[in-house]
């Protein structure tokens, strides 16, 4: 399987829910304007999946699919050119489909039951969500310590103000979060907004890890 920490090189992934197909080519322009050229589109609307095509054919950005639930989903990802998938829990069928496919992906575990199902899966990153609600940092770094080959994407109220508490977790390859691509934002077709929100997380992103090095 292609390597699931390629659209991860960033440490932030932007979770995108686009209602509207004509709002995914400007969104896209504006994550790359702001140096963070990777979004995962979640499929919750309609518009889904034609957004992920249209951001695709970009070829600018590394577009991805969330809450995929079922291997149906994952063709249907895959066909409009997902290259990676995400999913809000860990689902056998969703994993066995992207390995098929040779897709990356990252399934959600937040107990050491679902954690060791994606160990013995073949994974080796997951998705830590709902973060917030699933007991933040101190959670994760309780995770990490019996499963120390494992890392970490929280995902789940994650934002600019606590960003700096889960990038400073040695197990946390990156993290997922949606402040700079808010639904309000891109209803109300503030891309430079969303540009400079891309580009305050990437810094203080970079400055978080340079400093642990």
Known sequence: MTDVLAPLVRRIVPVVVLDEVEAADPLAAALVAGGLPVAEVTFRTPA????????????????????????????????????????????????????????????????????????????????????????????????????????????GGVAADNLADYLAIPAVVAVGGSWMVARSLISAGAFVEVSRLAREAVELAAALTEARQ
């Open 48 to 155: 889904a999946a034609d957004a992920i095509r249209v951001m695709a054919e970009r070829g600018d950005i590394m577009v991805g699919a969330g809450t995929v639930l079922s291997a149906r989903q994952v063709d249907d990802a895959v066909a409009a050119g997902a290259s990676f998938v995400v999913s809000p829990g860990f689902s056998a069928a969703v994993v066995d489909r992207c390995a098929e496919l040779g897709v990356p992906v990252l399934p959600g575990a937040v107990t050491a039951t679902e954690i060791q199902a994606a160990l013995e899966a073949g994974l080796s990153v997951v998705k830590f969500f709902p973060a917030a609600t699933s007991g933040g940092p101190a959670a994760i770094r309780a995770l990490a310590a019996p499963f120390p080959g494992l890392r970490f994407v929280p995902t």
